[in-house]
């Protein structure tokens, strides 16, 4: 072995060995120099999305418009059903472990949870555009939208199990008959109740206080609650929340 | 126009116009064929850790094993800061609305909040290895943690609107000293309470109960609880969690 090799050997030993046990150099843990406030398109919009999912971005009015390309991609790729699909899945492997008697309910709300309004929303700019409640009313008159598929998997398998299942939507009540059509049409068939929204009790109240309302009234009524599954958090937070919540996707909106 | 011509520009009319109006055609909202149960690895493993972070994936024991690249390339890579700093400066933009009092609190959890072992969990695989406590505790007890820099950011400007800083740290009482000091080395400077677990107190009992005892304690004392920032969703759940909670991501174990 020459000198020169040697050394080379020694010095490839030096610079190697502080690595040993440690596959992954972390530090530092800190912004990559000349990020700063730029980080790209994706990252803050997957950012954003995240905070959304995991209730930290409360009251937001419409998805900030440098992300309408994020949010669509998400919605129209395997993504958004494959985590629908992760939720849903754990909601069953809960509902199995339960020992159902038959007054046991699962809540189920219905837009974006039971039914997608996903093609409603395409049409406009995908949470981009501020929400037109006119125009969603009558998008919603037509009794069009489409199984969330992954939901209604959950749906059938909970009631082969034998948990009665009941939706409270905030849609109206003047909107109840279409909703019944629209969930049946798809393959949501049968239930222990649908509550939709009495505008003569609930005027002016919040989604959360409606809907913690009536799922007061269920347990006064005999029923318990062991599952909750919602696209909101409003859905799935205060009163009689049920025993576990399940939180579906939905960067589209916030109520 | 010859008729070739004409034909095809029916023809190219015909396709195109049922399309006015949409620019995305949704339907089906459903899998694609073939996928069946065999999501992409990134795509099942984002939507894990997307399930993690919405509290939908609850008492699980280690990161799934083929997600362990995911999870890597997430923590190591922009995602993770970028996720932490969406948390962090919303929990900001926040306490500025806050008219703020001298018994106003911010309770931040420490590991993974305030520090971070990142380091620690590098060398073992990243939560795909079954924790081992005693390997952990002597990693803490060398006081070599990270400062999270999103926090440190949050934390000085959360001092500067006068909100007072309290940390409520499942770390045992033993192990305070290290974390005072490892706190201090990195930044976090002063507070008005650093509460670590007492096992005489709480043997047996689990985080979030823990965790609201010790906050219940400190509203009797008269703090008010105006904000509460964990990476653990046992952290911001229960009694007293505060006016509201911040959940920071984190993807390596569950607690």
Chains 1, 2 share one sequence.
């Not at 020694?10 to 596959?23: D, E, I, K, R, Y």
């Not at 209730?55 to 440098?66: H, I, S």
């Not at 939208?145 to 199990?161: G, I, Q, S, V, W």
């Amino acid at each position: 072995m020459n000198t020169k090799f040697c050394v080379l050997f020694v010095v490839a030993f030096l610079v190697t060995w502080p690595c040993q046990g440690s596959h992954y150099q972390v530090f530092p843990l800190r912004m990559k120099t000349g990020y700063n406030e730029q980080y790209p398109t994706q990252v803050s919009c997957a950012s954003w999305r995240l905070g959304v999912e995991a209730n930290n971005l409360v009251k937001w009015k419409t998805v900030p418009a440098p992300c309408q390309e994020h949010v669509a991609d998400y919605l129209l790729g395997d993504q958004y059903r494959s985590d629908s699909k992760t939720v849903c899945r754990e909601a069953f492997l809960y509902a199995k472990t339960l020992n159902i008697t038959d007054r046991d309910i699962f809540v189920f709300d219905v837009d974006e949870t039971a039914l997608s309004n996903l093609q409603y929303f395409a049409n406009h700019d995908f949470g981009v555009e501020e929400h037109n409640a006119t125009a969603f009313k009558i998008w919603v008159s037509y009794g069009e939208a489409f199984a969330l598929p992954e939901t209604l998997k959950l749906y059938n398998k909970l009631l082969d199990l034998g948990i009665k299942v009941v939706f409270i939507t905030e849609r109206p009540l003047d909107l109840k008959d279409v909703t019944v059509s629209n969930l049946k049409n798809v393959g949501f068939y049968k239930w222990e109740k649908l509550i939709a929204r009495d505008p003569a009790i609930y005027s002016g109240k919040l989604s959360n206080a409606f809907k913690s309302s009536e799922r007061k009234k269920l347990t006064e009524e005999g029923f318990r609650i062991v599952g909750n599954i919602g696209d909101q958090w409003s859905d799935i937070v205060g009163e009689k929340r049920g025993f576990r919540t399940f939180k579906l996707p939905n960067p589209l909106y916030y109520d």
